[in-house]
């Protein structure tokens, strides 16, 4: 059950990325949403299935962009898997040691993913530090949003329920 | 081993995981074959989700941008039809300025160029990663599309096709950073290539220090590579510097606003360079 959760969340994030990203395809700061889906899932899910949804995630997101399939999932699944191990080893309860881990994350992800893509002579990039920075802020803010989103939306819903009972009696 | 125990001894999935996903690159790295057989089979599924969710996003907002446009249908209306009046003798101006040049094109036997064929085609989605630029489209080889054929809008170049499907088709844009195309300085005819870098402008390489470029200079296409027909619009030169090497440093400005694209035209007619290359392999 909880295993179609996160194939779930994963695919939603895929299909969320493919359909917004030409939106804003103008690119510094183009937001990797199946990288925030991998980490989210690692923080509250442990390193197994932190490294299963970033192995799946990452596969199907090579499959459907890149012409190496292997290397977005090697670099998801190693990402979710020290997020995984981060989430259970410390406390990562508040906003900004959550930024920290998103933000390390995307960092780590860029640095394995255009590592692997030079090393293999495939890509090269030009100094790619403020893109990565660039990204690596934007996938932390969201991630930190989600996880408020997530954790704020049941209270908020049951505050207004509760007053509107308030209200009848 | 039941989940628990997975889940226990996440160590040993990592680097089992790790593994395989070495194993996975090497093949593919050392084979070299054309679009994997995995890749081209998880993008024809994944395109028919990404057709149903354009198809259910574009529903919603013809519905919402009909019910705004009936609200100042009236006033348009008039606006159009004055505007349609003007036109109408603009028309005929124009068309009595192209029969004139029509004949002083046979007069100067410039009339050698060739209708391009093109066939329409509405994107449906984007790229899965954000390191890639690419785009969706829903035309595949049912339609007669395949890889390598030029895809533009009216603006300029967009990018080619690169994995056609039965009913869609990956289009890698020109921005991206494996993109290339041949091309010339419409106003000196300086040669060089542009490639992508990832952002959303191009870099145009292998121009030599001597040659004639400038900010504003319209770049186009030089049909040299087999993939784009010759002087379609590229780019405007926004940069050129010294680079202390024989080549110029040189940015350029795409003509088309990548995130405004909505339909784009598929070029079917062969590039004369690629029906030359045809021609050699018979």
Same mark, same amino acid.
């Given at each position: ?6 194939? %779930?969340?994963? $695919?939603?994030?895929? &299909? =969320?990325?493919?359909?917004? /990203?030409?939106?804003?395809?103008? @690119? #510094?700061? !183009?937001?990797?949403?199946? %990288?925030?889906? $991998?980490?989210?899932? &690692? =923080?509250?899910?442990?390193? /197994?299935?932190?490294?299963?949804? @970033? #192995?799946? !995630? ?16 090697? /670099? ?94 | ?282």
């Amino acid at each position: 059950m909880r295993a179609a959760g996160v194939i %779930l969340g994963v $695919v939603a994030a895929l &299909a =969320l990325q493919t359909t917004l /990203a030409r939106y804003v395809v103008r @690119g #510094t700061v !183009a937001i990797d949403l199946v %990288l925030v889906a $991998v980490v989210y899932v &690692a =923080l509250t899910s442990g390193p /197994a299935t932190g490294l299963l949804a @970033g #192995t799946f !995630a990452g596969l199907v997101q090579d499959a459907l962009s890149t012409p190496v399939i292997g290397i977005g999932g090697l /670099a998801k699944t190693i990402v979710g898997f020290l997020a995984g191990v981060i989430g259970t080893q410390f406390i990562v309860s508040q906003p900004l040691p959550r930024f920290v881990v998103f933000f390390g994350a995307s960092a780590l992800h860029a640095v394995i993913f255009m590592g692997l893509y030079t090393l293999l002579d495939l890509r090269h990039f030009d100094t790619p530090y403020r893109v990565v920075a660039g990204q690596s802020t934007a996938n932390a803010l969201v991630g930190v949003i989600a996880f408020q989103v997530v954790e704020l939306l049941p209270g908020a819903v049951e505050r207004r329920r509760a007053a509107k009972t308030r209200l009848r009696r | 081993m039941a989940l628990s125990d997975i889940r226990q001894h996440s160590g040993y999935l990592f680097l089992a995981v790790v593994l395989g996903h070495v194993l996975l690159i090497s093949a593919q790295v050392n084979s070299k074959r054309g679009v994997p057989v995995l890749e081209a089979v998880t993008f024809g599924v994944f395109s028919e989700v990404q057709r149903t969710l354009t198809g259910g996003f574009s529903g919603i907002r013809d519905v919402w941008s009909s019910y705004v446009g009936l609200r100042h249908v009236k006033a348009e209306n008039d606006e159009l039809k004055r505007r349609l009046a003007a036109a109408e003798i603009a028309v005929q101006e124009q068309r009595a300025l192209a029969d004139r040049a029509r004949g002083l094109e046979k007069l100067l036997e410039l009339h050698d160029r060739v209708e391009l064929a093109t066939t329409g085609a509405e994107i449906i989605g984007a790229a899965a990663s954000p390191d890639f630029r690419t785009l969706t489209i829903d035309k595949g080889t049912r339609e007669g599309v395949r890889p390598d054929m030029a895809v533009i809008a009216p603006a300029g170049v967009v990018g080619r096709v690169v994995v056609p499907s039965a009913r869609s088709a990956k289009v890698q844009l020109l921005i991206d950073r494996n993109a290339a195309v041949g091309v010339i300085v419409e106003r000196t005819r300086a040669q060089g290539v542009v490639v992508g870098s990832g952002d959303d402008r191009l870099q145009m390489q292998y121009v030599s220090e001597a040659s004639d470029v400038a900010v504003g200079d319209l770049v186009v296409t030089s049909g040299i590579d087999a993939i784009y027909p010759k002087g379609l619009a590229v780019g405007r030169v926004e940069v050129v510097e010294k680079n202390g090497s024989a080549f110029k440093r040189i940015v350029v400005k795409p003509t088309v606003d990548f995130t405004q694209l909505e339909e784009v035209l598929i070029v079917l007619t062969p590039t004369p360079a690629k029906e030359a290359a045809a021609g050699v392999s018979e």
